[in-house]
């Protein structure tokens, strides 16, 4: 069974520019929610995306949008980079409705330069 | 902004000895979540407990929650250098919208 893949790994981009990142969710879940980790701190919730709906959201600027695909897929883009959205993305798993444990994929490494 | 707080920040204990870490936070909670996080990669559940329950086990872990004092404790006995991580606590409200702390930093020496 295979649990939650992200790809790619690690990405390098220049400020202004756009990138998208890739979320499989683990089997059978439905939900999935985007956190952002920036150096010694813990994640922050990004978004959360159900039913290709953006259910919940926290608190970034409209530079970061999502999508979910019917498979439950999803992705995330981040338009203008700024040096300060350097950091570890995460995506995480779940069953919709609430009050269940996330699983975790290995994150995305991304570097604004 | 960030809901909890762990405390401490960093703990350094030798093999064999017993970690608490402890967590509290500001708000009401559906349920509260412990994970751990090896080398800046992706993060590991460990345990759920909901606000209705006080206390729960999973092997060498033991979580405690206290609703009234909005804090939580988690106990790892008999540890192993190979729980050296960051670990978190996580607050859920509703809707599987994690709130996490800023983290514990364990370090086990062997």
């Known amino acids: 069974d295979a649990g939650v893949t992200q790809s790619p790994t690690h990405l390098i981009k220049t400020r202004g520019q756009q990138v998208t990142l890739r979320c499989s969710p683990k089997?059978?879940?439905?939900?999935v929610s985007w956190y952002q980790q920036a150096l010694g701190q813990g994640p922050q919730f990004i978004f959360q995306y159900y039913e290709e709906e953006e259910r919940q959201r926290g608190n970034f600027p409209d530079r970061f949008s999502g999508h979910q695909f019917p498979n439950y897929s999803s992705e995330l883009n981040v338009n203008a980079l700024l040096l300060g959205d350097s950091a570890l993305y995460l995506c995480?798993?779940?069953?919709?409705?609430?009050?269940?444990?996330?699983?975790f994929g290995p994150g995305t490494r991304l570097t604004v330069t | 902004s960030q809901q909890g707080e762990e405390d401490p920040q960093a703990l350094s204990i030798q093999e064999g000895e017993n970690a608490t870490m402890n967590c509290s936070y500001k708000?009401?909670?559906?349920?509260l979540q412990w994970y751990r996080q090896n080398s800046g990669r992706g993060l590991v559940h460990l345990i759920l407990i909901r606000s209705n329950e006080r206390e729960k086990h999973s092997g060498r872990l033991r979580v405690t929650l206290d609703t009234s004092k909005k804090s939580s404790s988690l106990l790892i006995t008999a540890s192993r250098a190979a729980d050296t991580a960051s670990y978190f606590c996580a607050t859920d409200l509703y809707g599987n919208k994690l709130v996490f702390g800023a983290g514990t930093i364990l370090r086990v020496k062997s």
């Open positions: 995480a798993s779940s069953l919709g409705g609430g009050g269940y444990e996330q699983y």
């Open positions: 089997s059978g879940h439905d939900t």
């Open positions: 708000t009401s909670i559906n349920n």
